[in-house]
């Protein structure tokens, strides 16, 4: 049975905690496992994703976004994708904010982008390619990626600017439903972590 497309729903998963989120380490082509605890979170998320249908399962190629999707339980039917990737931060890889700042003192990567790497702009490019998958497939999708990404994609799923996604604060082995009310795009959950267990 064909859903109908008010009811179509993006679910986002952001992967577990790792030892650079932790530290704040920005995060992109590093491909850095998840803690102990992060694995213990992405478990957690596995009985809210596991009463879900759905038609399309995509990944981040990284370890940290598949192992997450593996410990859903969701990695059997998962395609991996490129465009899901965290922003590239060129030349931040691996700096916090507070070391940028100490030479660009007001730098935000939402709004100067980085040196070497992605702008918002580029970001929203390859969110708008992943949205047009979903609004193209049959049923629910759920993605796995990172916390800048997904931000930046519910932005763009919105329809608003690729910046306001600064908006949208994202924790690590978090949830977000992304939908629409309709015609109109809406967001129906957002950055939610299930009770410790």
């Not at 998963?13 to 790792?18: A, F, K, M, S």
């Not at 580029?122 to 931000?151: E, K, N, P, T, Y």
């Not at 994609?153 to 600017?161: C, D, G, K, P, V």
Request: aromatic share 6%; with cysteine.
């Amino acid at each position: 049975m064909s859903s109908s497309p008010a009811s179509k729903r993006l679910f986002l998963v952001r992967h577990g905690e790792t030892e650079w989120s932790l530290s704040g380490q920005h995060t992109s082509r590093t491909d850095v496992p998840l803690t102990a605890e992060g694995e213990r979170r992405a478990m957690l998320l596995a009985p809210v994703l596991a009463g879900h249908s759905f038609a399309l399962v995509l990944s981040s190629p990284m370890l940290r976004a598949l192992r997450t999707c593996e410990l859903c339980g969701m990695s059997a039917n998962a395609i991996r994708c490129d465009d899901l990737m965290e922003w590239h931060y060129g030349e931040y890889e691996g700096r916090t904010t507070t070391e940028i700042r100490r030479t660009r003192p007001s730098w935000t990567v939402f709004h100067d982008g980085v040196p070497d790497g992605e702008s918002a702009e580029d970001v929203a490019r390859r969110a708008q390619r992943i949205i047009d998958r979903v609004l193209a497939c049959d049923g629910d999708v759920l993605v796995f990626s990172h916390g800048h990404f997904l931000r930046v994609l519910a932005a763009t799923w919105l329809e608003l600017a690729p910046e306001d996604g600064e908006r949208f604060a994202l924790d690590t082995g978090t949830v977000s439903i992304l939908g629409l009310e309709r015609e109109t795009r809406v967001v129906r959950l957002w950055n939610t972590r299930p009770e410790k267990g």
